[in-house]
């Protein structure tokens, strides 16, 4: 098992390097000029409570799929909140009713992991135990099967394929309807990582992947053969954390080119076919960025936020006011870009120019992952796995 604990008290290191100082942290002022409604509230399980997984719900036309740490999946009416249907992971198939209340209560966990995604028909999942889960839209178990580490990041789906990344470096393509292997792509991993993997794109028919090596590459679909890898980040210093170069921050592939980003590296804009690199910026993160027309949204690893014009690689403009508090990635909602921190606090901007326009405080438990949004509605889950549904008109 590679140096998991290690790695957990890295992750450790750096959050603490990110959100302490001296002087005591203090948020800016705010005067809010919107007020966005609460549409409705719901928890599942108790989340991810204090591990840092990247577990992220899913809104599907009219329905929110979100899931906690222990082995909870549920579904909600989009509308309402009501609840469709519960399935938990920790109730082996065909057990009896008292094995099945026996696994809950000896404190068996099931350790979902990455967030969830939609393909198919069917939803898909990961688990830190190395277990990849699909499900019927009526929350049936569809298949279960292993696979060789840990799945951090959700499954990417398209193709005819079902996509994961573990927290070995090994990149999996399952059958979408039998969770058959396909093809298996191993990249080398450095000796010391982040706690976390980068979520794979499927896109043009090929799996764009990030490693924590440094580099971006783009596997053919169909076989999994590498078309091209390219180094986007190089190891720098003479002590493990300042040589890190995780690409654990989601690709972003749009008209034909890959946008990604590393810690302790830099932000790439490259042709998708060939891998020829556009433009590079001296800009770090390990958070998944957002994109809107040809504007790209970041969070850097400090917690400043930054507007980029997409084409030049140029800034548009950039936010300091959150600089060294904990922050999760951008979600970019009508004309607003919204990131939550680990204090529990939703932060409202102007996406046009940076500016503060509202903050709510929600849930003392904090945020780890960002917002999700179909352009309607925003929808956050919280550590402690309360779900809430905001709506502005």
Known sequence: MKLQLKQALLLAALVLAGCSSKEKLVLPPVTNIIDPDKVWSRSIGSGVEHYESSLTP???????????????VAAFDLASGK????????????SSLWQSIGAVWSGDNARISGGLA??????????ENGDVVALSTDGELVWRVEVPGEVLASPATGDGLVVVATGAGTLVALHPDSGEQRWKFESEQPALTLRGVSEPVIEAGGVIYGSGSGHIGVLIAERGYQAWEEQVAVPMGSTDLSRLVDVDAKPIVQGGIVYSISYNGALVAQELRSGRQIWKRDYASFRNMAIQGDTLYLVDSQGRIYAMDSRAGTERWSQFGLNKHYL???????????????????????RDNGDFVARQSMDS???????????DVLLVQSRNGELVLLQTP
Do not use: C, M
């Open 58 to 72: 899913i809104i599907v036309k009219d329905t929110v799929y979100a899931a906690s740490r222990e082995g909870l």
């Open 83 to 94: 609840r469709k249907w519960q399935f938990d992971l920790r109730k082996p198939a065909g």
């Open 118 to 127: 939609f393909g198919f028909d069917k939803l898909y999942f990961g688990t």
């Open 328 to 350: 999760t990635g951008p979600t970019v909602y009508k004309n607003y870009l919204v990131v939550g921190d680990n204090k529990g606090n939703l932060h409202w901007l102007n």
């Open 365 to 375: 438990s904090g945020f780890y992952t960002e917002a999700v949004s179909n352009g």
